[in-house]
């Protein structure tokens, strides 16, 4: 490191991060040289936790992995469930949780597009977007009762019908949620202010994109077509016409359009499950005490930061031997550090915020001695005994 | 004695500090109000009448907080730069004119002497430098980031801020900003009696250098989009960061006073100062003052932050070229009218 460069540590507290995580930038002046990640502030024993629940309880926690990305969670988790256990689920529950999956699609990617604004200090559209993002949160609420941790999926199908007497009132609302973002994706790319921050700040191509393998909107706005409800299709996503949506700008401005034309797709989605909704049950009956058969199963989901993994292992209880939850924010940081090197301090708040980082999903607890090549975990005992030494210093 | 009275009163009382502080707080006011109703937000709502006694309760809360000073700062510097960045500002409002406390319809300012302009704009660079001892005394990486980025914001816009402040003492041939009103006033009067294309002509390049002057005065107020000295999501506050307490209030009281020196200056400068038909002089002034200061919130929410490298490139680019235009038209006027 030569006299002119200095570390400037972003987190585990700073402003930019809504969730603790610890990033050093080595900077020169005003220009970023190198990245350190540090993964691993907010472990809280979730895929423990489930190891001694039941599958019923155990809806509860994964709701609880993240907030904004909570029915998403829930989608995979209840997939991977019933794909073990062989349930077959109503055809009108499936349309439901495609309803409830894109409903928070559309509330999560407008409050990225707040987060943005703000990111790059422009919070009067910060403002605005939140002000119309209240629509998707009323229609939310409107249903289940929550303006997040929906409940909505259950093993088996949806916990909530849709009422038909609703359904005009919700489409002049998605009306207007679509002719919102169209005037958001006017100013984003017009307005100069916006377009000297946006325009090519954390840039990364097509070929280096797939190398780090980044998945969700991140990879999109770097043309790489992979979003699950196309590639993979699950529930009724093959049945549903959509566009699959991605740029190839590779920027920041990239990622503000992938998303606001996503937001443009899942208002179309949600309109044509409204149209199309079939009648008929909502769920069919799974006892907390039923047994699984012993097997496991893989189920991918789309959510709103990428394609969400999760992964079960049953042998023959009423509660997994082990569930595994591969969120889109781990895949996503080594394209982060690419986007971040080379840029200037004041983007990295917008570059950071742009893969819409979730770290509470994303952190592990892990040991690894590089010299030994050898790894290892530490159970609840050993973890609150480091605790009570740690603070006794 | 009763010279030494009246002298007094207009330093403490009106127009000097009581006065000043009084307006500086409903300046903030009015410029978080305005800002908040554009953004579709209430602002302060509940303290007073619509929350006009906000900032008032905001100082009063800052005095009873604690007041840290970190172990890596500068002790003396640390301490003493926000006195300097709350008293260079108010010492320069004595110098515009407002209003005379012996007659109704006077606005001698409490000082005045042939070069004040070029005092008050001394001032006003004296401050950054202050700021910028305050941010890099604070041993804060994040403070010195702000300081270093405080110093390249004033390479940016000093420059336009001086040449463009100079062209109505151009026209006025006097570097006292009392005869620069006085001037304005005359030519104006003039000019309604018998229009002339020459004054139109003059209206508009100094319509220009208003433009060109809110835009430097934003970047000196460090207020979007030239903020990115205190960018809150990138630097924490910047070279703001470890202040606390009666600290942070002095850099505050600071702040509220700049952006009425800002408007008034403005104000003085092209809007024919505290002049006007019906009202004494001191009404016009916060009538004048306050538009100003609606002016400059609301282009603080129009735009997204600029970067550091931006506004001076920018500012080298365009702004610099038109102010040096702007002046080279006024001399040219000054020879016509």
């Known amino acids: ?305 990428g394609e969400l993994i999760h992964y079960t292992i049953s042998d023959g209880r009423n509660m997994p031997y082990r569930h595994k939850i591969r969120a889109p924010t781990l895949g996503n940081i080594p394209s982060l550090v690419e986007r971040l090197k080379g840029g200037y301090i004041a983007d990295i708040p917008i570059t950071l915020a742009g893969i819409d980082p979730c770290f509470s999903c994303t952190d592990r607890m892990a040991f690894y001695d590089e010299g030994k090549d050898k790894s290892w975990a530490w159970d609840g005992e050993q973890l609150r005994r480091h605790g009570l030494e740690w603070y006794k210093k | 004695m009763s010279n030494l009275v009246t002298t007094l009163i207009s330093v403490l009382v009106f127009p000097g500090l009581f006065f000043i502080l009084t307006y500086s707080l409903f300046a903030q006011w009015v410029s978080r109000k305005a800002a908040a109703r554009l953004q579709n937000r209430q602002g302060p709502l509940h303290t007073g009448w619509q929350g006009i006694l906000q900032p008032l309760a905001d100082f009063i809360k800052l005095l009873v907080k604690e007041d840290i000073t970190p172990a890596a700062a500068n002790k003396p510097v640390f301490d003493f730069t926000p006195l300097f960045i709350f008293a260079l500002p108010l010492a320069a409002t004595f110098l515009i004119p407002i209003q005379s406390i012996t007659n109704l319809w006077s606005w001698e300012p409490v000082a005045s002497f042939e070069g004040d302009l070029i005092m008050v704009l001394f001032l006003m660079s004296i401050v950054v430098l202050a700021i910028f001892l305050a941010g890099w005394s604070s041993g804060n990486l994040f403070g010195a980031v702000g300081a270093t980025r405080v110093a390249f914001m004033m390479l940016a816009y000093e420059i336009p801020l001086g040449l463009v402040a100079i062209s109505p003492a151009i026209l006025a041939r006097s570097l006292s900003i009392n005869s620069i009103v006085d001037w304005q006033v005359a030519s104006v009067a003039a000019f309604l009696t018998t229009p002339s294309l020459w004054g139109l002509v003059t209206g508009m390049v100094l319509f220009i250098g208003f433009a060109i002057y809110v835009i430097c005065l934003l970047a000196e107020l460090e207020m979007r989009p030239f903020d990115m000295s205190e960018a809150e999501t990138e630097i924490v506050h910047g070279w703001q960061v470890e202040y606390s307490g009666k600290k942070l209030l002095l850099l505050n009281a600071g702040h509220d006073v700049k952006m009425v020196l800002a408007a008034a200056l403005l104000t003085s400068l092209f809007l024919g100062g505290p002049a006007g038909p019906v009202l004494p002089p001191f009404v016009w002034f916060i009538l004048k003052t306050t538009l100003c200061v609606l002016i400059l919130s609301n282009m603080s929410v129009l735009f997204a932050r600029f970067r550091i490298d931006q506004l001076v490139s920018g500012a080298w680019r365009y702004l610099v070229p038109l102010a040096v235009l702007q002046v080279m038209a006024v001399v040219a006027l000054s020879g016509v009218i």
């Open chain 1, 1 to 305: 490191m030569s006299d002119r460069q200095f570390v400037i540590p972003i987190g585990p507290q700073h402003p930019a991060l809504k969730e603790p995580e610890s990033f050093l930038f080595t900077v020169d002046g005003e220009v970023v040289v190198d990245v350190d990640p540090r993964i691993g502030y907010n472990h809280r024993g979730i895929e423990k936790a489930m190891e001694a629940r039941n599958y019923i309880q155990n809806l509860y926690i994964t709701e609880r992995v993240c907030g904004i990305c909570s029915n998403a969670h829930q989608t995979a988790y209840t997939g991977a469930v019933e794909e073990v256990a062989g349930i077959e689920i109503p055809e009108r529950a499936k349309y439901i949780r495609v309803f409830f999956h894109e409903l928070e699609r559309i509330h999560s990617h407008l409050l990225w597009l707040g987060v943005a604004a703000h990111e790059i200090g422009f919070d009067t559209l910060f403002y605005y977007i939140w002000r119309d993002r209240e629509l998707v949160m009323d229609m939310l609420e409107e249903i289940s009762g929550n303006r997040c941790n929906y409940a909505i999926p259950t093993v088996g199908g949806v916990r909530r019908d849709l009422q038909k007497d609703k359904f005009p009132k919700w489409h002049k609302m998605l009306d207007t949620l679509a002719e919102r973002t169209n005037y958001y994706i006017k100013v984003a790319s017009t307005e100069q202010t916006i377009l000297d921050r946006a325009v090519g700040v954390g840039y990364v191509g097509k070929e280096d994109m797939i190398r780090l393998s980044g998945s969700g909107p991140n990879a999109r706005c770097s043309g790489v077509p992979c979003d699950t409800r196309k590639t993979a299709p699950y529930l009724i996503y093959d049945e549903i016409p959509f566009e699959h949506i991605y740029v190839d700008n590779g920027d920041v401005l990239g990622q503000v359009l992938v998303r606001a034309l996503e937001v443009l797709e899942a208002v179309k989605i949600c309109k044509w499950v409204l149209d199309n909704i079939p009648d008929g049950e909502i769920a069919v009956k799974f006892n907390p005490m039923q047994k699984v058969p012993e097997g496991e199963a893989v189920y991918i989901v789309e959510a709103q930061r």
